[in-house]
Nanobody
């Protein structure tokens, strides 16, 4: 099982980035894919989730209206489009999955696999 996150970088406040999470080695179609982030000295927090089978989504209040999660099943990829970025969005972003689960189940029962993170820095 592999989850490969990419797309991070340095962007100015108000800018945009798109993160990608490429999944392999498990059944993406029946899984929940989540994005977490962790800033230095802070706990890792859940940012967004998509239940791949039905496309239902979850967003943390801090990113609602600015971030959009989506999937492209043919490419086994989940995206996180981040708009109107703020300095407080700066963190290492990780994608993770729980197999054969919805976002709600993943929230309660935890992740099966994690990918390596990608750094997002929002600064002028």
């Amino acid at each position: 099982v592999q989850l490969q996150a990419s797309g991070g970088g340095l962007v100015q406040p108000g800018g945009s980035l798109r993160l990608s999470c490429v999944a392999s080695g498990f059944g993406l179609d029946s899984s929940a894919i989540l994005w977490f982030r962790q800033a230095p000295g802070k706990e890792r927090t859940r940012v967004s989730c998509i239940t791949v089978s039905d496309g239902s989504t979850y967003y943390a209040d801090s990113v609602k209206g600015r971030f959009t999660i989506s999937r492209e099943n043919a490419k086994s990829t989940v995206y996180l489009n981040m708009n109107n970025l703020k300095p407080e969005d700066s963190a290492v972003y990780y994608c993770a999955t729980r197999e054969r689960s919805s976002c709600l189940e993943a929230h309660y029962f935890g992740m099966d696999y994690w990918g390596k993170g990608t750094q997002v820095t929002v600064s002028s």
